[in-house]
């Protein structure tokens, strides 16, 4: 039931694959193995930004995230040097057919973008203090657990609202939207919807946003997500798919039950006046258990305010009812964990580890688990019964 968007999610690479080795013009002798990567990151080390390099065939915050889990020998070199090392580990495990994918996306991107002109400039770069309220800004600042729940409220469990964006920022957005999708009817440029559910909206990152969304992510929702999430790769988040929807009574009306392609998810009301759209969630499940009953803890309703966010996981089972007047418009913020969990196998999404691990988040395998120590201890008592002689019913 997961959506699926047109982001860049790699495929777990597969095991029999012959791995690469180095180019043999990077000048030192561990480039003549098999490139290795560290199971724990190094935290103290603070990576290059690779912001700049815009036509690799991967996302720049990737190359600074991944730096962490470089061999200590590799971690001063140059980032010439570390871009090599890095990038012949990614191309090991990405296959063909997903880098000609992704070199094809990224054409896409390119051609949207050399010919749209936006119109707010300052949204193209991280301007906090003009885009959220003081009260987010100052958890962030402070970055603690304490500091964050000061301004969140937990309404079910797993699911966090707080107030974030300005006014301000909302309108921006909001405007450079329709003027992007004015754009895309006058060209008659046919654009990639955010996802399979969605008939309106667009994807933020594909002109021009994406660098500013990397540092809401980085900057941002990975410290909460630090926080509340670790179980599902919240400390590690490298990538993101960003988008906005637009749902109304000449758009699309409601959402139907799902679940994210994310490990967390933010999501945030832009406006503008409606009513209905109510979020729904029905507890948080694995792919084992997604279709199985919701429990009676799990219900939970939430109406969207602007400039109002919503923090869960993706799997967290959800979905929105009609709106049934007006037009709502939301940003969404998809962010996941890709590398270098792929190739640490000491850390979260290594595929069967983490089918293996789910039982400490899925609420189905909780109930699982308890049940099996229920009847546990019941074999347990009726064997010390049996033993005493004593009646059994």
């Not at 495990?93 to 400039?121: A, C, D, G, L």
């Not at 770069?125 to 603690?144: D, G, R, W, Y």
């Not at 049934?324 to 913020?333: A, D, H, I, M, Y």
């Not at 580890?353 to 009847?375: A, I, L, P």
Request: charged share 25%.
């Amino acid at each position: 039931m997961s959506i699926d968007g047109p982001a860049e999610r790699r495929k777990q690479p597969p095991q029999t694959q012959t791995p690469r080795t180095g180019n043999g013009n990077c000048g030192i002798s561990s480039m003549s193995l098999a490139n290795r990567l560290r199971l724990n990151p190094n935290k103290e080390h603070k990576p290059d930004s690779y912001d700049d390099l815009h036509q690799l065939e991967f996302s720049p915050l990737l190359f600074s995230s991944l730096e962490r889990y470089l061999p200590p020998t590799m971690l001063n070199g140059s980032r010439d040097l570390k871009l090599q090392y890095m990038r012949d580990i990614l191309l090991r495990y990405s296959s063909e057919s997903e880098r000609t994918r992704v070199q094809r996306h990224r054409e896409y991107r390119q051609k949207i973008i050399s010919h749209y002109q936006p119109v707010h400039k300052e949204l193209y770069t991280m301007q906090a203090a003009q885009f959220f309220v003081p009260s987010f800004l100052k958890a962030i600042n402070e970055n603690t657990e304490d500091s964050f729940r000061s301004i969140m409220a937990e309404p079910a469990p797993g699911i966090y609202t707080f107030e974030m964006l300005q006014p301000y920022f909302c309108e921006l957005l909001l405007s450079e939207v329709e003027t992007f999708e004015r754009w895309v009817i006058e060209t008659n440029f046919r654009i990639m919807r955010p996802n399979t559910m969605n008939r309106y909206g667009c994807v933020l990152d594909d002109f021009g946003l994406e660098t500013m969304l990397d540092k809401l992510m980085e900057d941002f929702i990975r410290p909460m997500s630090r926080v509340f999430f670790p179980e599902v790769g919240g400390s590690t988040l490298d990538s993101h798919h960003g988008f906005v929807v637009e749902y109304g009574t000449d758009k699309d009306s409601e959402l139907g039950f799902h679940v994210d392609d994310s490990e967390v998810t933010l999501n945030v009301c832009l406006g503008k006046q409606f009513s209905g759209g109510e979020l729904f969630f029905r507890g948080i499940r694995c792919d084992k258990h997604v279709n199985s009953e919701t429990q009676s803890e799990e219900i939970f309703d939430y109406s969207h305010v602007p400039g109002h966010a919503v923090l869960h996981r993706g799997r967290n089972r959800h979905g929105a009812r009609a709106t049934t007047s007006g037009c709502r418009v939301n940003l969404l913020l998809w962010c996941r964990s890709v590398y270098p969990q792929s190739f640490c196998s000491s850390v979260f999404r290594e595929l069967k580890k983490y089918q293996k691990d789910s039982s400490n988040w899925c609420g189905e395998c909780q109930r699982e688990k308890k049940e099996r120590q229920r009847q546990s201890i019941a074999a347990t008592k009726l064997e010390l019964l049996k033993r005493d002689g004593k009646p059994t019913s």
